[in-house]
Structures are given as structure tokens and as C-alpha cells.
């Protein structure tokens, strides 16, 4: 045996034997098989062999994230993804495809595969070299490309993009480009036979390819270097890049053109709901920003504006209406899950600090969460508030009215969201509890009841715990009963729920085991907001000369203008 300290790790290795454990590491004799398990958390029940699960950090450990990637964004932002965000890949994924088709390269998953990993490899390179954007640029593949292409002197070798099927057009933008109805993917059913590769879907993809193409057509490197094998010498992708880049599509006009309508107009073959919702998702930014242009760049003005146009539209049936209503109830979303968050660190810390090892009944450490958690003093308004446990919580949440009228619910977040305080998150809640009344009235039908009705199988959405807070409070409870409240019904209960359905892999931060509630030191407590998809609706904005910087301040564009009319008025 040979022993080695890796990262306080102990490593054995055992050459022959059948399969045993050491020092927290499985060996498996043989074929010298190491597979390196995390120590086990403490408190782990001893019943269980650590073996047969795997420590995780888990990433929504209480359920509210799920909410909004599976059942929100899908609504208000169908065809985008978080990081599909650069309209030039569109062109180039459709121009790379055409390729493919054009020179009968082999028909197969494996070597379509083979062939975009090798194009986006050469088309990062040339995007990491371009003169304008190449210093910021974060092409596919660009955390494996910069060091490369930062030494390549004067040639740079040939490569591959991101390990995965079909590379980073595989991960990111396959599906929008489906949902575009610009790709049929390879396994759909065309003359009784599913298709072995990718293919363009359309008239239109077509076009779009074609009009990239006409764009790079008399660049040495898709004359003389694309799909070949030798190096590419820097100054043929710097000559690329000056026509090809990410940041050059609005400089190719009747590409851009065809790009724009690819994802706002109606046509056979896509969903023509989706469409409308898309328009309504890029328009709403854009409209917001003639009073507002930070919420272009900034996605907490955006936050701002929304909740800000949000009043106006309680009785309206619009388009504009409708659209406000929505994403306001998305940021509602968000705020309840952000005062959560807040609880959340509150509970594993009291929790990791003062629960024994073995644990110790719930409504005994509920007990000590109404002692420990219940006081603080805290900003509020143009000064501070001291809060105490004994106080009535309609008593506070009247005061939170009071003392935040004209403050954005966004201030508020940005104030709490990283307090230490578990009564900040209860502030939050409250506040947005408060602020949500302007929506009591609205229809059924409306944007606001659509979304802030979509809940998960652990949490409730946003109406669903506001019903549910307002009943707790109708009942005239004091501060320290509240937060034991949602820290019952909010934090433990669904954590342990789903974490539980997500053995083998342990992803416990603590365990109702039996009757008594068990703290675990790992994993991490963090967890952050899901993607709203405000930084890819800003970045395919501008791509597609939606908005721009003019004299360094971020301005709507004619083409963003006209699509702001077309879709509101």
C-alpha cells in the first residue's frame, strides 16, 4: 500500500482483494478502481451504509427554483434559454448545419457531433481575437479556448468545443432553434424512418444560413481553413471575426433581418402563442426602457420598473396589461423565495451551532428558534426598528406599510437579502404580502393569477403562500410564533421532503429522522435565485440591433421601436 494526503484526504490503494472501504474511499480490487466518497456528515444515522449514497450540495434544496425554470419561464420566455443567449450562434448553428448537408459528410449522430465541437472550436478562437468585443467575449467553450489562443503567437491549433453530444449547440441552442422551428432533430420521423443527424427544418433556416455565409464568403478562413486540419493563423480569424463575430450581426443586414423574424413572427410550423409571449417578453423591456434605460443592462431595474408599472394595470385587459402582470408576479416570486432564503440561513446555522448530534425533538428546537431568532433591530424605512418576539406581527406588518411607502420592494431585497438576521426575511414577506394587495381584485384570467399560481409539488407559488401567510396572520399571532410558523411549514418540512426523493444522492442540510430533527455540517446552505432570462433577452436584444449604447447610454433601437408598437398598440 501507498499512502497519499491529497486536499486532507487519505487515498489507499489496494492492488488485489475484492471490494472494501478505507478511510472513506470505496476500492475495488482487480483493476486498482478508486472511487472517492465524502466523509460522512456528522450525525449521519448509523444504520445507514455511507456507502451506497453520495454527498451533494443539492441544487434547490427547498423546492422554490423548480418553480420557476419548469413552470414560469417556460411560460413568459418560451425558445430561450439562459444560455442561449447570442443571437449570431442562430446563424452560425443553421449556416454550420447547411454545411454539414451541403458536402455529404458522413450521416451519422457521432460525426455531426465531431463536426460542430470542431466548428465552434474555430469559431470561438475567432470570436476570443476579435478587435471590438474579443477581450470580454465568452464564446462556447471560452474557459478552455482564452489560455490557448493567449499563446498561440502566431497560429493557433485546432481543437474541440464543450465535451457533449453535439458541443455547445447541443446544450444550448438545439432546443430554441426546434422551438424557432428553424431544426428538425436528428430521431423525428421523416419518410417512416427517424433521421440519423440534424437538419435544417425550413425555407427560413435556409435563408438565415445563406445570409451568414454571404457574410463570410470571401474570408480566407472559409475558403481556405474551415473543416481543415492544419493550424489558422491569427490574423485570418482577426480577418473573420471582423464579419463573423457574435458582436458583428447587426452589421450584416439582411441576416439580422431574417434573425429578428425568426423569433417574433407567425408562421407555420411554430407555436403561435410562443411567439407572442416571446415578442411581449423582448417588447416589455424595451418599452420599459424609454423611462428606464438601466433595465436594459441591469436586471434589479428591471425588477424596479415592473413593479413600478404594476398599479396602472390593475382592471386592464392589454397585451401590455397582461405583460406587466406576469413578470411582476414572476419578481413576487422571487422576493418570497429570496425572504425564505433568508430563514433558511437563519434555521442552518442556529441549527449547526446549538442541535446535539443526535438531534433533538422539532418542536423543541421550533422552541429554540423563538428564542434565539425573534429579536433584532434592523433598518426599516429611513431608520431602524427594534423587533422583539412578543411583539404582534400585524402590529409589524403595519409598521413595514407604514414606514416603506414609495420604497421598492427591490430596496427592500437588496437590504435584506444577506442579513444574518432570520427577521429580515420576515420583513421581506411581509412587505410583499402588503405590496400584493393591489392584485386582490384582478381576474382569474389575468397575467398576475396565470403565474403567481404556478407552484411546485413542495412549495406553493406566490398566491398560495400569500393566501396562507394572511390566514396564519388573521389568527393575531406574535412575531416569534410566525417565524416558527413558516420556519415549520416553509423550511423543514419541504427540505426534508425533497431531499429525501433525491436519495441515493444526500443532499440533506438536516433530517426528520424518527422524532428528532438531526443537523448536518455539510452540505453548503447557498443557494441563489433561478434564471429569469433577463440576461439573455438583453444580450439577443442588442445582437439583433434591438438597443445599443449611443454616447455610452443604453438606447431602444428603430428595430426595438417598431417591435414595441407592433406588439402593444
Not at 402 to 417: I, P
Not at 534 to 542: E, K, P, Q, V, Y
Request: proline share 6%.
Amino acid at each position: 500500500m501507498m499512502r497519499c494526503d491529497i486536499l486532507s484526504l487519505i487515498v489507499i490503494c489496494m492492488i488485489r482483494g475484492g471490494s472494501t472501504s478505507v478511510n472513506g474511499f470505496k476500492i475495488k480490487g482487480g483493476s486498482v478502481g478508486i472511487e472517492i466518497i465524502k466523509p460522512a456528515p456528522s450525525g449521519w444515522p448509523e444504520w445507514v451504509d455511507r456507502h451506497q449514497f453520495t454527498v451533494k450540495d443539492g441544487r434547490d434544496p427547498l423546492g422554490l427554483e423548480t418553480i420557476t425554470t419548469d413552470r414560469i419561464v417556460p411560460l413568459l420566455v418560451p425558445g430561450i434559454l439562459a444560455l442561449s443567449g447570442r443571437a449570431r450562434y442562430v446563424s452560425l448553428h443553421l449556416f454550420l448545419l447547411d454545411e454539414f448537408a451541403r458536402r455529404r459528410l458522413e450521416p451519422t449522430a457521432a460525426n455531426q457531433s465531431i463536426y460542430m465541437r470542431r466548428c465552434e472550436y474555430d469559431f470561438g478562437a475567432a470570436v476570443l481575437l476579435c478587435e471590438r468585443c474579443g477581450a470580454e467575449a465568452a464564446p462556447v467553450g471560452a474557459m478552455t479556448l482564452r489560455p490557448i489562443v493567449r499563446r498561440a503567437e502566431h497560429e493557433v491549433p485546432r481543437g474541440f468545443s464543450v465535451d457533449s453530444d453535439l458541443g455547445g449547440y447541443g446544450l444550448y441552442y438545439r432546443t430554441p432553434l426546434r422551438e424557432l422551428g428553424l431544426v428538425t432533430q436528428r430521431g423525428t420521423p421523416m419518410d417512416n424512418r427517424p433521421i440519423p443527424i440534424d437538419l435544417l427544418a425550413s425555407p427560413r433556416a435556409e435563408a438565415i444560413a445563406d445570409a451568414f455565409r454571404e457574410a463570410i464568403k470571401d474570408t480566407a478562413f472559409y475558403r481556405q481553413y474551415f473543416l481543415g486540419q492544419e493550424p489558422i493563423p491569427r490574423a485570418v480569424l482577426q480577418a473573420f471575426a471582423r464579419v463573423g463575430c457574435l458582436c458583428r450581426l447587426a452589421e450584416s443586414p439582411h441576416e439580422v433581418d431574417l434573425v429578428r423574424r425568426a423569433f417574433f413572427e407567425e408562421w407555420s410550423g411554430v407555436d403561435p402563442e410562443a411567439v407572442r409571449r416571446r415578442r411581449q417578453a423582448f417588447a416589455l423591456m424595451l418599452r420599459l426602457a424609454e423611462t428606464t434605460p438601466e433595465v436594459l443592462k441591469d436586471e434589479a431595474w428591471h425588477h424596479r420598473a415592473t413593479l413600478a408599472a404594476l398599479e396602472s394595470t390593475v382592471g386592464e385587459s392589454s397585451a401590455w396589461a397582461t405583460t406587466v402582470q406576469r413578470w411582476a408576479a414572476l419578481y413576487g416570486k422571487e422576493y418570497y423565495q429570496d425572504g425564505l432564503l433568508v430563514l433558511w440561513r437563519g434555521v442552518n446555522r442556529l441549527g449547526r451551532e446549538h442541535c446535539p448530534p443526535d438531534g433533538m425533538p422539532p418542536s423543541a428546537f421550533l422552541d429554540l428558534v423563538r428564542r434565539r431568532l425573534s429579536s433584532a433591530s434592523l433598518p426599516l424605512g429611513a431608520g431602524t426598528v427594534a423587533l422583539d418576539g412578543a411583539q404582534p406581527t400585524n402590529q409589524v406588518l403595519n409598521e413595514v406599510a407604514r414606514r416603506t411607502v414609495g420604497q421598492s420592494l427591490e430596496d427592500l431585497r437588496s437590504a435584506y437579502v444577506g442579513s444574518k438576521h432570520a427577521l429580515a426575511g420576515i420583513l421581506m414577506l411581509l412587505a410583499l404580502c402588503d405590496r400584493a394587495r393591489v392584485m386582490d381584485t384582478v381576474s382569474d384570467h389575468s397575467g398576475w393569477q396565470e403565474i403567481s399560481r404556478q407552484g411546485g409539488n413542495s412549495q406553493p407559488g406566490l398566491h398560495g403562500f400569500i393566501s396562507r401567510f394572511r390566514a396564519h396572520l388573521s389568527q393575531g399571532p406574535v412575531l416569534a410564533d410566525t417565524l416558527a410558523w413558516l420556519v415549520q411549514n416553509f423550511v423543514i418540512r419541504p427540505h426534508d421532503q425533497i431531499a429525501t426523493t433525491k436519495l441515493p444522492d444526500f443532499t440533506f442540510r438536516f433530517r426528520l429522522e424518527g422524532d428528532r430533527l438531526k443537523f448536518y455540517d455539510s452540505p453548503g446552505i447557498e443557494f441563489g435565485l433561478a434564471d429569469s432570462r433577463h440576461s439573455a433577452l438583453s444580450s439577443l436584444g442588442r445582437d439583433m440591433d434591438l438597443w445599443n449604447d449611443v454616447d455610452g447610454i443604453p438606447r431602444v433601437m428603430a428595430a426595438g421601436r417598431d417591435l414595441v408598437r407592433a406588439t402593444f398598440i
